[in-house]
């Protein structure tokens, strides 16, 4: 299960959070997860409102605060990535900062990175907030992490005899791997970010254009990938393949407090390799308090 841009403020959280929307979304995210039983739940960044403006109890307190939703489910294997909310635009990026959050949030390496696989499926998370600012030190170490991966990759594939490059346009429906491959490779990579430019539009813009990922040659480290990605686009069927045949899904926003409908990706990688996405949607928070009007409404006329 995939979700992005919670926006939690913890312990700064008002009234209207904390009775309201906490509780409608608790309420959301149980059924859905008791519906769809996912094996994890992903957060592609931004699940602080102005994480990059608190201190670190406070960051705790966002971390609590999104367990607290989760309720009964917060046992799921969580991963969080870091999104510009969490720690702040090029201006504001500090590594110590960074690495002070990231070893509250599971997985995570001091550059805000991480490495996990569930079954044979291997996904590698990548501060992209950092691959976007110039010379900073922590897009240096996020490099490492990408060349580090890319050769465990390499090294999976020498001598793979009669296996195309995942991605490779002689694949038809862009499988995501052999089932002979061997786990731990081609992983799907996670980031904040977009890639793709969606002609849409975006309700946040990164803080450099997102094509400097791939002009920059910094994913051309890990060629031909499966990659899911957060959403800032207002239409939500956005599944984009690139010229090598990378496949970029975007995930919706998961709050109301921005343009659009929120939703989240279910993501299933079966045993043959094929993945699947579903795109899940949740009613605008009006037509939450619309309902809850009209039942107090006819709550009053009956008593």
């Not at 859905?32 to 109890?57: H, N, Y």
Request: charged share 20%.
């Amino acid at each position: 299960m995939m979700v992005s841009d919670l926006m939690l403020l913890g312990s700064d959280a008002t009234y209207a959070d904390r009775f309201f929307r906490n509780h409608v979304m608790s309420k959301l995210f149980a059924k859905s997860i008791e519906t769809l039983r996912p094996d994890m739940i992903v957060v592609l960044g931004d699940i602080s409102a102005m994480g990059f403006q608190l201190k670190e109890s406070k960051w705790i307190d966002v971390i609590d605060q999104f367990k607290g939703i989760l309720g009964q489910y917060s046992d799921l294997p969580l991963h969080i990535a870091l999104g510009d909310k969490d720690v702040g635009g090029c201006a504001n990026l500090d590594d110590s900062f960074v690495h002070h959050m990231a070893k509250h949030l599971p997985g995570l390496d001091s550059s805000g990175c991480g490495t996990f696989e569930i079954g044979n499926v291997s996904f590698v998370s990548l501060n992209s907030v950092a691959l976007l600012c110039g010379n900073n030190p922590l897009r240096i170490s996020v490099e490492k992490v990408i060349e580090k991966e890319n050769n465990h990759f390499q090294q999976k594939m020498v001598n793979e005899a009669g296996h195309f490059s995942l991605g490779s346009i002689e694949r038809e429906g862009f499988n995501w791997r052999q089932n002979s491959m061997e786990s731990g490779s081609g992983p799907v990579v996670l980031l904040h970010f977009p890639l793709y430019k969606f002609s849409e539009g975006t309700i946040s813009e990164p803080p450099v254009s997102s094509k400097e990922l791939m002009a920059g040659g910094l994913i051309n480290y890990m060629p031909s990938l499966q990659i899911q990605l957060n959403m800032f686009f207002k239409r939500l069927n956005q599944d984009y393949t690139h010229y090598d045949g990378t496949r970029e899904v975007a995930v919706p926003a998961m709050t109301w407090k921005t343009t659009g409908v929120p939703g989240f990706v279910i993501s299933t990688f079966g045993r043959k390799g094929i993945m699947t996405v579903r795109y899940c949607l949740i009613v605008p928070e009006w037509y939450v308090m619309a309902g809850y009007s009209v039942f107090l409404f006819l709550t009053a006329l009956s008593a």
